[in-house]
């Protein structure tokens, strides 16, 4: 089963075990490039720094589901785009709330919430970044 397979709004529980997925496996990549590119002193400290960017990842996957899910359910416009904003959005803040940063938290409510959006839009309007044009 994908992610787009099933209507917003439900099997809530599915999609965001599918979101979370995705976002550790890009944690494990992001992490393992980031340890190569700067090597940490010991073994132990690589481990602590690819534990804390997957499990940081992950928790970023799981919120952004539960939160289009459950914003879809809520509002009752299981295809709204706003509704991946708001997924984003609470994503975002979660990382600001992680860094102690609210600043952080902010840029990346918006900038999360706005990718979120447009990912929407473009998979409800058929944009394509890849492939032979369309005539």
Request: with cysteine.
């Amino acid at each position: 089963m994908g992610y787009w397979d099933t209507p917003e709004g439900t099997a809530c529980v599915e999609k965001t075990w599918i979101t979370t997925k995705l976002a550790t496996a890009l944690g494990l990549v992001g992490s393992a490039y980031h340890i190569v590119a700067f090597q940490p002193e010991s073994a132990m400290a690589a481990l602590q720094r690819a534990t804390s960017t997957t499990v940081t990842m992950a928790s970023l996957g799981a919120i952004f589901g539960m939160a289009t899910c459950l914003s879809a359910q809520a509002r009752g416009t299981p295809d709204d785009p706003l509704n991946y904003f708001i997924g984003g959005c609470a994503s975002g803040a979660f990382l600001g709330a992680r860094t102690h940063n609210p600043m952080t938290g902010t840029s990346a409510c918006l900038a999360l919430g706005t990718l979120a959006y447009f990912t929407k839009v473009g998979k409800q309007e058929g944009w394509r970044l890849t492939g032979s044009p369309r005539l």
